[in-house]
C-alpha cells in the first residue's frame, strides 16, 4: 500500500475536525484552512520515512499549531492578534484540556455554517466545504465540477476572502442551516444529475455530499429536515448502480433492474425519512424522501403507491410551490389515474416551463401513452433540443423518432 | 466505494475490558458521524450458525460449532473514497485491541464490496 495514499486517507478523516478546532482558536476560517494544509504538507514530508503517528489528529494539530504561532511571530503580530481576538494567551494552550473532544461536534457545525455564510458565492461555498469538512484537494473539486484546477483555487481564495470579516460565532448560527442542506443537495445533484458533459452521473460527489449529509445529521440530530435530506440522498444513491446501463446511457425509474438497487443504502434511507418523520413530516426535504421511499418500497414498478406519491407532492408544492414539483406531480398523477389527467396538470405549466427540457419530456410522454404519436414525437424533438446533457440528449431524439 | 471488514480472532477466555468496549463505542460513534461507518455488528459464536455445502450435486446443512481454529468476531461495512481509509479505520480498531487488551490476537480482512 503507497504511504502517500494512506497519509491522504488519514488526511480525509481528519481534516474537518482539525480546520474545525482551528477555526475555534484562530477565529478565521480562512487562516485554519491554510494552517491545516501546512500540517498536511508536514505529515507528507515526515510520515512517509518516520512512519503514520498512532494518534494522527493531536499530531495534525500540533504541527498546524506550531506553524500559527511561527506565523504570528514572524510578522511580529502575535500580541496584538491575540489582542485582536481577546485572549491574553493563545488558546491553543487548553488544547490539551481532556475534554477536547467535547467541542468538537459543535466546532464542525460552526464550520459549515460559516462556509455557507452569504457573503460567499454559492460555488465558494461548495469548494470551501467539500475542501474543508470532506478534505478534498483543489484538484480533486476541479476534476468533480468539470472546471480548469485555477478556477476552484480563486473560488476558495475568494470564499476565505469574504469571510475574513466574518466571526467564527458561538453558539452556532444554526439559522444558516437551510442554507447548509441547500449546498449539501447542491453538491448531490452535480453528482446525480450532471448538468453538464458527457456523464449522466458522478457519484463521487453524489458519495462526498452523502457523507457531508450524515456527518450534519450527527451534528443536528433534533432538525427533522437534516434527516429528510439524508433520507433523499440515500434513496436516491440506492439506484445509482441501475440508472446507467452498460453503456453509460441512462436508465429511466419505471426501466431499471430493481434488483440493483442497494439494499443497505434503501434500509439507511428509511431509517432516515422516520426520524425526520418522527420530529415533523412536511419539510420540503422530508416530503422529497416519502415520495422516493414510495418507488423504494416497490419492488416492482407496478407495486408503486402512485395515489400515496400524487398526494405527496400535492403537500410539497404546498410548501414549496414551484413549477418543476407541479410537472413531477403530473407523472405521478398520470400515473396514479391516467395519462389524461397526468396531462391536465402538465398543460398549465407551459408558459413557466417552456424552456426546460423535461417539461417537454414529461408532456410526450403522456402523448405517446394517449396514442397522439405525432404531437409526442415532436415534443420530444424539443427536449432533445433543449437539455444540455448529451446522454439525455441521445434519450430523448431516440423517443422523437 | 464500500468496503466489508470481516475481524476474526479465537474465541476469548475472557470477555474484553469495559474500557476497551468503551473505547470501540467511541470509535464506532466517530465513524458513524464521520459518515464513513454504514453498518457493523458483533456476531454471535458459530455454534449459533449453520454451513449449507453443495458437493458433488448435494446439499449439506450441518449446524455449528465450525471446526476453523478462528471464529468471525464482527463485521463493518465502510463507505469511503478509498481502501487506504478502509483501511486506516480498521487500524485504529485494531490499536484499540493492542493498547486495551495486550493479550488478544486477531486479524481483519479489508474486502471491496462490488
Known sequence: MSVHAAVEAVWRIESGRLVAQLARVTGDVGLAEELAQDALVAALEQWPSRGIPDDPGPWLMAVARH??????????????????????????????????????????????????????????????????????????????????????????????????????????????????????????????????????????????????????????????????????????????????????????????????????????????LARAEEISAVGPYTLQAAIAACHARALHPEETDWERIAALYRVLVHVQPSPIVELNRAVAVGMATGPLSGLAVVEPLAASLDGYALFHAVRGDLLERLGRDAEARAAFGRAAALTRNERERALFTARAS | ??????????????????????????????????????????????????????????????????????????????????????????NRFMKLHRDLWPSWAGEAVVLQVM
Open chain 2, 1 to 90: 466505494m464500500r468496503y466489508l471488514v470481516l475481524l476474526k480472532a479465537s474465541r476469548a477466555s475472557t470477555p474484553p475490558p469495559p474500557d476497551l468496549m468503551a473505547a470501540i463505542m467511541k470509535l464506532g460513534e466517530d465513524a458513524t458521524r464521520s459518515g464513513a461507518l454504514v453498518d457493523t455488528a458483533g456476531l454471535l459464536p458459530s455454534a449459533a450458525g449453520a454451513t449449507v455445502t453443495l458437493h458433488d450435486g448435494k446439499i449439506d446443512v450441518t449446524d455449528g460449532p465450525f471446526a476453523e481454529a478462528k471464529e468471525m468476531i464482527s463485521y463493518a461495512i465502510y463507505d469511503v473514497r478509498a481502501k487506504e481509509e478502509a483501511v486506516e479505520w480498521t
Open chain 1, 67 to 272: 506553524k500559527a504561532v511561527d506565523g504570528f511571530r514572524r510578522r511580529a503580530t502575535f500580541h496584538r492578534k491575540m489582542a485582536e481576538i481577546g485572549r491574553e494567551t493563545p488558546a491553543w494552550v487548553d488544547l490539551d484540556e481532556p475534554d477536547l473532544d467535547d467541542h468538537i461536534g459543535d466546532d464542525l457545525l460552526r464550520l459549515i455554517l460559516t462556509a455557507c455564510h452569504p457573503a460567499v458565492a454559492v460555488e465558494g461555498q461548495v469548494a470551501l466545504v467539500l475542501k474543508t469538512l470532506g478534505g478534498l484537494s483543489t484538484a480533486e473539486i476541479a476534476r468533480a465540477f468539470l472546471v480548469p484546477e485555477p478556477t476552484v483555487a480563486q473560488r476558495i481564495v475568494r470564499a476565505k476572502r469574504a469571510l475574513r470579516g466574518v466571526e467564527f460565532t458561538v453558539p452556532a448560527p444554526v439559522d444558516r442551516l437551510p442554507a447548509a442542506l441547500k449546498i449539501v443537495y447542491l453538491i448531490f445533484n452535480e453528482g446525480y444529475a450532471a448538468t453538464a458533459g458527457d456523464d449522466w452521473m458522478r457519484p463521487s460527489l453524489c458519495q462526498e455530499a452523502l457523507r457531508l449529509g450524515r456527518l450534519l445529521a450527527g451534528l443536528v440530530p433534533g432538525a427533522a429536515e437534516v434527516h429528510g435530506l439524508v433520507a433523499l440522498m440515500e434513496l436516491q444513491a440506492s439506484r445509482t448502480a441501475a440508472r446507467t446501463d452498460a453503456d453509460g446511457a441512462p436508465v429511466l425509474l419505471p426501466d431499471q433492474d430493481r434488483r440493483r438497487w442497494d439494499r443497505l443504502l434503501i434500509r439507511r434511507g428509511l431509517a432516515s
